[in-house]
């Protein structure tokens, strides 16, 4: 077509008719842009569906791993509530005036300190938006603030679990050494179970678990509650986060 211009223009401005060559002229650009106009549309619309296309992938990799974070956690929250509760009851033993019963100690004792679990977080699509710099690849604004906001919540839990942890195995474990049978304690559930190992005989010991009752121990038990409240309040806030977050992915895939 554009040829078919120039030839056109070549011999009206042969001829000496300028105006119709002008005329010819000012077409053939016109005819270039809209030329070009319409390649750039291509281009966007085809750029387009390729974000769409990336959009649709992150979106279901987050789906993938929120789903199993929220299950996660809801395990967690469990072990943790077990292990608060334990505390309470230990700490009602602690405060009445009836006979201690050893075997009762030992087995709140073992769920105080075992019940407790590590939240392995799944974090690899959440990572690769923020390291690949992808976030503008999601179209819905409030999803993307709300996975903007992910360090702000993962990092508020964090800094109780610290707390809890510090507590328990630098301080309240170490401290039952010489006031509770450790070694009756049951084996944490994180282990595998055919390890292979010999298994560990109970203690003959009897340690006598009246001594407990005192205003130090006391106090050691009702600050680990106390940690566990913080912990199971962070996971719970955390949780909504999740399961709020997890509306929103849901919400934007096709």
Same mark, same amino acid.
């Given at each position: 077509?554009?040829?078919?211009?120039?030839?056109?223009?070549?011999?009206?401005?042969?001829?000496?008719?300028?105006?119709?060559?002008?005329?010819?002229?000012?077409?053939?650009?016109?005819?270039?842009?809209?030329?070009?106009?319409?390649?750039?549309?291509?281009?966007?619309?085809?750029?387009?569906?390729?974000?769409?296309?990336?959009?649709?992938?992150?979106?279901?990799?987050?789906?993938?791993?929120?789903?199993?974070?929220?299950?996660?956690?809801?395990?967690?929250?469990?072990?943790?509530?077990?292990?608060?509760?334990? #505390?309470? %009851?230990? *700490?009602?033993? !602690?405060?009445?005036?009836?006979?201690?019963?050893? &075997?009762?100690?030992?087995? =709140? /004792?073992?769920?105080?300190?075992?019940?407790?679990?590590?939240?392995?977080?799944?974090?690899?699509?959440?990572?690769?938006?923020?390291?690949?710099?992808?976030?503008?690849?999601?179209?819905?604004?409030?999803?993307?603030?709300?996975?903007?906001?992910?360090?702000?919540?993962?990092?508020?839990?964090?800094?109780?679990?610290?707390?809890?942890?510090?507590?328990?195995?630098?301080?309240?474990?170490?401290?039952?050494? #010489?006031? %509770?049978? *450790?070694?009756? !304690?049951?084996?944490?559930?994180?282990?595998?179970? &055919?390890?292979?190992?010999? =298994? /560990?005989?109970?203690?003959?010991?009897?340690?006598?678990?009246?001594?407990?009752?005192?205003?130090?121990?006391?106090?050691?038990?009702?600050?680990?509650?106390?940690?566990?409240?913080?912990?199971?309040?962070?996971?719970?806030?955390?949780?909504?986060?999740?399961?709020?977050?997890?509306?929103?992915?849901?919400?934007?895939?096709?």
């Amino acid at each position: 077509m554009i040829k078919f211009f120039r030839s056109i223009r070549r011999k009206l401005f042969s001829e000496g008719r300028i105006s119709k060559y002008l005329v010819y002229a000012i077409g053939e650009i016109i005819l270039v842009m809209i030329g070009i106009l319409l390649a750039l549309q291509v281009n966007s619309w085809h750029n387009g569906r390729l974000e769409i296309k990336k959009e649709q992938a992150l979106l279901k990799n987050l789906e993938v791993d929120f789903n199993n974070n929220i299950e996660n956690l809801n395990m967690v929250i469990e072990n943790f509530e077990e292990a608060y509760n334990a #505390s309470v %009851v230990l *700490l009602n033993i !602690l405060k009445s005036n009836e006979q201690i019963n050893n &075997d009762e100690i030992d087995g =709140l /004792i073992d769920d105080i300190i075992n019940k407790t679990m590590s939240y392995d977080l799944i974090s690899g699509s959440i990572n690769e938006i923020f390291n690949t710099g992808s976030l503008h690849l999601i179209g819905d604004p409030t999803l993307r603030k709300q996975i903007s906001n992910w360090s702000y919540f993962f990092s508020d839990t964090e800094d109780d679990i610290i707390i809890y942890r510090n507590y328990l195995f630098d301080f309240f474990i170490p401290s039952l050494t #010489s006031k %509770v049978r *450790l070694r009756n !304690l049951s084996l944490p559930d994180l282990f595998e179970k &055919d390890l292979g190992l010999q =298994l /560990i005989s109970n203690s003959d010991f009897e340690p006598d678990y009246q001594k407990l009752r005192n205003l130090k121990f006391e106090n050691e038990v009702y600050n680990n509650a106390l940690n566990y409240m913080y912990v199971i309040n962070s996971y719970k806030v955390f949780h909504k986060y999740l399961t709020e977050t997890l509306a929103l992915i849901e919400s934007n895939i096709d």
